[in-house]
């Protein structure tokens, strides 16, 4: 049956600032405390989109959660009218307000793990939110980030909805950012490819020393229960730990796949010999593997450049285009390799950069940006359709981000309940915008 993927960006949301609170990721920490520009950040993310779409590809857009949160806040024991809780929250513990305004949820790779109908025992397109334990910021996404999918994606005959992992560190999950899917093209059967950082019962198993795993093997395995995939075509692999320690947080800094081809540095996954010759076993055809070597470019050039973190598109010759950030043209080693990479003849054909500079000092590439769903045309029709980005939409959208976010926004902004009141009056026009009704708690 024939399908096509579409890419759900993150629609980065008014409260994008740099807290530094990605322990792990090394460009969140660098330019924690540094003044953020949101309206840049959320024009360039949709430059991207536009530039994209325009190109052919299925463009979607996912709306940012609601933020600050004051349930968290709550939780954490500010109480009070909203005010007086942003004030002491910003007089006691400065980090937990940060993490209550926290934009993450524009990293919409982080947002599910998606199966297509083509691998799910039921044929539905199957969608489990991330619980996200390993930060506390992002922790709080799932029940809002449920709600969102859900609202896009209906459950009934086409689309299947599961509750979020329990949150425990056994059990973490970080959804599509270790995830990959493999297939000869769109809409035919293909491999799952779950990517762990370490096992959550297993102490001998080998580890990261540095900086913590994030995804577990245990969370792989129930979310591949939970798609009912065939276990015949699902892998599972471990990620090289001294990866995990340069800076390599989830897979998606490290490797993309997209149909045919796997994209990968050469230090990707432990025992990564054995870990591709069980993905040329589980493929239904010929899969092909481009293997970075770590003498054209290093771990530390990968993390600095976000080479990895890129889109692996599929043409509709059969042919791959590359999306990388701009950050690879200026990484002399990156560079040099993508200049030999997209040749007439090679597989990925084309390379072409976006500037997002506003998202990449937070830590996040293209591919953190969007979430991948590939859709046969019943299943798209019987989406959400007023999230499709088009030249309307996207002329809405910027003049939306125009009137309403700041082009500057600092930590002690944070305590500010104007900053409330607008954030709030922005999403309530964007859920209008977007056709989703009353999506926000605020709304209600």
Not at 22 to 46: C, D, V
Not at 277 to 297: D, K, M, N, S, W
Not at 328 to 334: D, F, T, Y
Request: hydrophobic fraction near 45%.
């Amino acid at each position: 049956m024939s399908a096509r993927e579409f890419n759900f960006d993150g629609l980065v949301g008014p409260t994008h600032n740099y807290s530094g609170l990605s322990f792990g990721n090394k460009a969140s920490s660098a330019n924690a405390g540094l003044a953020s520009n949101p309206r840049a950040a959320a024009l360039q993310g949709l430059a991207k989109m536009k530039a994209l779409a325009d190109r052919g590809f299925a463009q979607a857009v996912l709306p940012p959660l609601a933020r600050p949160d004051f349930a968290l806040l709550a939780r954490l024991g500010f109480a009070g009218t909203e005010a007086q809780s942003l004030g002491r929250a910003a007089r006691q513990a400065p980090a937990l307000l940060s993490a209550a305004w926290s934009a993450s949820s524009m990293w919409t790779a982080n947002a599910a793990t998606v199966s297509p109908s083509a691998d799910t025992a039921d044929a539905r397109v199957h969608f489990t939110p991330a619980n996200l334990v390993s930060k506390l910021h992002r922790s709080a996404e799932p029940e809002a980030t449920g709600r969102v999918l859900a609202a896009v994606f209906p459950e009934g005959p086409h689309f299947a909805h599961h509750a979020p992992l329990p949150a425990s560190p056994q059990t973490g999950d970080e959804g599509a950012a270790n995830h990959t899917r493999l297939c000869p093209r769109a809409g035919e059967a293909g491999v799952e490819f779950f990517v762990y950082g370490a096992s959550g019962f297993d102490a001998a198993a080998p580890a990261p020393r540095r900086f913590p795993a994030r995804q577990t093997r245990e969370a792989s395995e129930a979310v591949a229960r939970l798609h009912g995939l065939d276990p015949r075509r699902t892998v599972f692999a471990q990620q090289n730990p001294d990866a995990i320690d340069a800076g390599v947080f989830h897979n998606d800094v490290i490797a993309v796949g997209s149909e045919r081809v796997l994209f990968c540095h050469e230090k990707a996954f432990v025992d990564q010999a054995a870990v591709l010759r069980r993905l040329r076993e589980a493929f239904p055809g010929e899969l092909e593997v481009i293997e970075v070597p770590e003498t054209f470019v290093s771990l530390a050039d990968a993390v600095e450049s976000y080479l990895f973190n890129s889109q692996l598109l599929a043409r509709p010759d059969g042919t791959m285009m590359l999306v990388v950030p701009e950050e690879c043209r200026r990484n002399e080693r990156v560079a040099r390799y993508l200049e030999g990479l997209a040749t007439p003849g090679g597989t990925i054909r084309e390379v072409i950069s976006f500037e997002l500079r506003e998202s990449m000092r937070n830590g996040g590439g293209p591919a953190c940006l969007r979430l991948r769903v590939e859709m046969t045309e019943a299943e798209s029709k019987a989406m959400h359709p007023g999230v499709l980005l088009d030249e309307v939409l996207y002329g809405k959208l910027t003049r939306w981000v125009q009137a309403h976010y700041r082009d500057r926004l600092a930590s002690e902004d944070l305590a500010d309940p104007a900053l409330v009141t607008a954030c709030r009056e922005a999403l309530d026009e964007l859920s209008t915008l977007l056709g989703l009704g009353n999506l926000y708690r605020f709304q209600r």
